[in-house]
């Protein structure tokens, strides 16, 4: 069974000062020596086990206004949009009333790393006039 570092690190510090007549000089050389002990435990400790990084903590952005495509989309998600299935069309026009302002083909990207982390699902969808396409709806 292993011991208790501090139990262990007194112990040296004891041994070093045994043959000590007791006294002041003793009890001083017994601290002094107990420091050395521990910082020497303390550095050993450190380098056997390395200090993980930290990483910084995010900043709460409740009640932000979304930045990127993918959250202004999930804006449009938390508004309820997505309730019925919407086409890319339909979601590229929900944006525009919004003030954001993006192509068609700035939004397959966002929507396909949404559908990947299953905050929005997609289906293929018969159009009229024989057109096929996506169209995307709450999970």
Same mark, same amino acid.
């Given at each position: 069974m292993?011991?208790?570092?501090?139990?262990? /690190?007194?112990?040296?510090a004891e041994e070093a000062v045994r043959d000590m007549p007791d006294g002041e000089l003793k009890v001083k050389a017994f601290e002094t020596l107990l420091k050395h002990v521990l910082s020497d435990a303390v550095s050993i400790r450190e380098k056997a086990e390395?200090? +993980? $990084? %930290?990483? +910084?903590?995010? %900043?709460?952005? /409740?009640?932000a +206004?979304? $930045? !990127?495509?993918?959250e202004r989309i999930l804006s449009l998600k938390d508004d309820g949009?997505? $309730? !019925?299935q919407r086409s890319i069309a339909e979601i590229r026009t929900e944006l525009k009333k919004n003030g954001w302002h993006y192509p068609v083909t700035s939004l397959s990207g966002p929507l396909q790393s949404l559908i990947r982390n299953r905050k929005l699902r997609r289906e293929d969808v018969q159009?009229?006039?024989a057109r096929k396409g996506w169209k995307y709806s709450d999970p």
């Open positions: 292993k011991k208790n570092p501090l139990i262990e /690190a007194r112990m040296r390395p200090t +993980p $990084k %930290v990483r +910084p903590t995010r %900043v709460d952005t /409740a009640g +206004p979304p $930045k !990127s495509c993918a949009f997505f $309730k !019925s159009g009229g006039e």
